[in-house]
């Protein structure tokens, strides 16, 4: 073990800032969680399911990933919430394309069949109440390098809200029996346009495109005081402060480094589980 600051590992992990590593996870700067073969961290909080983290009074391994208990958030205002924050790695899981770098490829066909695309993503804060007393947002990894909100695109006839929880239970919440837990979907607070069958998506329409080729809708998503979070073995969950997100394009997209900008006009309220 390698440590900088205080650093826990198991197996071959390294630990710099605060880290736990599990397996041959690396976890870097600031608090990391990792699984298996993953990374997490960075500056600010990471966790990443693997095959089995558990870190001390954090959390608890259950099944092949990484579970944390006393994982709470409040966001005052519009009433968001998360107690209890776990995640467990399982399941076979889907593939995503809807990353920083997931672009335009399958817009034009499916444009051709059904006209403009439209996708729904979810904004989910919590807030590490014990290490960190500042919001942070739920992200996915996809393949150790994309980061995504959880979400997806409709199909044909069905409604944005039917959608988002759709997905929201599929990469997040189906639980070992597979039902599915219940999603409180709020507003509507951003939307993104792709103007036509390219990678770059703009926070505005512009005035000479009369057919965009996709919409992107983001939706707040109230937490219940607990909740276990279960992602497919190819996603990594991340939760991210807001701090280290703001402008961050480079890493997390446009879409992604703009969600502080629209959460500005509420207040939080931190409170403890």
Not at 113 to 139: D, Q, W, Y
């Amino acid at each position: 073990m390698v440590g900088g600051g205080f650093g826990v590992a198991g197996g071959n992990g390294v630990g710099g800032g605060f880290g736990v590593a599990g397996g041959d996870g690396v976890a870097g700067g600031g608090f990391g969680v990792a699984g298996g073969d993953g990374v997490a961290g960075g500056s600010g909080f990471g966790v990443a399911g693997g095959d089995g983290v558990a870190g001390g009074g954090f959390g608890a391994t259950g099944g092949d990933g990484v579970a944390g208990g006393g994982f709470g958030v409040a966001g005052g205002g519009f009433g968001v919430a998360g107690g209890g924050f776990g995640v467990t790695g399982g399941g076979s899981g889907v593939t995503g394309g809807d990353g920083v770098a997931g672009g335009g490829s399958g817009v034009a066909g499916g444009y051709a069949a059904h006209g403009m695309r439209t996708c729904v993503k979810a904004v989910i804060l919590v807030n590490s109440v014990e290490l960190f007393k500042h919001p942070h947002l739920l992200l996915l990894q996809v393949r150790n390098s994309l980061f995504e909100l959880p979400g997806g695109r409709l199909r044909p006839s069905e409604s944005e809200v039917d959608c988002l929880k759709r997905k929201l239970s599929s990469k997040l919440s189906v639980d070992e029996e597979g039902s599915v837990l219940e999603w409180e979907v709020g507003e509507c607070i951003g939307m993104w346009w792709r103007p036509d069958f390219e990678t770059l998506m703009y926070p505005y329409l512009p005035p000479n495109m009369k057919r965009p080729k996709e919409c992107t809708k983001l939706f707040l998503v109230k937490l219940p005081e607990s909740r276990k979070f279960i992602v497919p073995r190819n996603y990594k969950l991340l939760a991210v402060p807001l701090c280290q997100i703001h402008e961050n394009n480079k890493t997390y997209g446009p879409i992604i480094s703009g969600v502080p900008q629209l959460l500005s006009k509420f207040s939080f309220n931190i409170i403890g589980t």
